[in-house]
């Protein structure tokens, strides 16, 4: 069944203008088609810092921007949200990682799509470059490919008996195939052995735990997508039950219980997405928009999780840490 949710801007009201004062008003009305794939309630706190890196650029809901917003949890029906929002004329179609990216991608060639946490947009072909994008797409990056070795090397010293060390992965996500290469790169180097386990939907996490522990892995690194980060509450119930220590892909993933995670700050990206937003509003295009990559990285780590699992972090690591949850 197709599921549609529509989430307003926060603090907006409804204005009722005179009908003369409607008449003089020369706002132009811009219509931002928003491509979500998961459940809308996950992504509250990356759409509130969407919405509020619009507002500081003042767009105003109603007034002078529209977002239409399109969520699905079946990957198989973003394209035809991403033809919707197409049929619909919306000036641009914000897609915030390789998932969205690559249905938005096909539905038009045409339409300015910003994105905000895309893994590997070079690799994947939806950029020409970074410095020069080209074509109808750009945005920000976290370019998974480097971050996937250095979360990798962070969790073999947490667990440095680990001789296995889980993927947990989404197949349906373009991403997941220069990931995974990368993190064979950096096992190799390690010297532990990598027990892929892919998911498909929210029903494949019991078995992927169950098949972990069979394989009795020490540790399990969750590759970014979509998929893994809505259901993140849930992963990290089953990283408990199993006593599975996990390197996750965004502190979200620790503030729901994951014991560790390695990345740029996503909600920041979030944010900063309006900013492309509004250069393209303003007639810039997107192939002469360099695509940012994030700088800043965060080491976050969940105490409570680590004494739960049994776990001792060393001080050391906990004082190279941005943030101990307690």
Known sequence: ??????????????????????????????????????PAPAYAKRIEALQAGLRDLG?????????????????DQLANFADELVGMNVDLIFAASSTEVEAARQATKTIPIVFATHADPVGLGHVASL??????????????TDL?????????????????IGILFTPTAP???PALQAAEAASEKLGVQLQMVPV??????????????????GGCLFAGAPLIF?????????????????????KEHVEAGGLMSYSAGLIASFRR??????????????????????????????????????????????????????
């Open 59 to 75: 767009y105003i809901e109603g007034k002078n921007i529209i977002i239409e917003f399109r969520w699905t949890e079946r990957v």
């Open 230 to 250: 809505s259901y993140r509450a849930r992963i990290a119930e089953l990283a408990l039950k199993y006593r599975l220590p996990g390197m996750f892909n965004n």
């Open 200 to 217: 498909q939907t929210a029903e494949d996490f019991d078995k992927a735990f169950a098949t972990m522990a069979q394989e009795r892995v």
């Open 131 to 144: 410095p020069r994008p080209g074509g109808n797409i750009t945005g920000l990056t976290v370019v998974l």
């Open 1 to 38: 069944m197709r599921r549609r949710e529509f989430i307003t801007l926060l603090g907006s009201a409804a204005v009722t203008w005179p009908l003369a004062a409607r008449a003089q008003q020369a706002t132009k009305v811009t219509r931002i088609g928003y491509l979500g794939f998961g």
């Open 273 to 326: 997405a309006a900013i492309y937003i509004d250069k393209i509003i303003k007639d810039a295009k997107p192939a002469d928009l360099p695509v940012e990559q994030a700088s800043k990285y965060e080491l976050v780590i969940n105490l409570k999780t680590a004494n739960a699992l049994g776990l001792a972090i060393s001080p050391m690591m906990l004082g190279r840490a941005d943030e101990v949850i307690e």
């Open 175 to 177: 991403s997941y195939r």
């Open 148 to 164: 996937v070795a250095k979360q990798l090397e962070i969790l073999k010293e947490v667990v440095p008996q680990a001789t296995r």
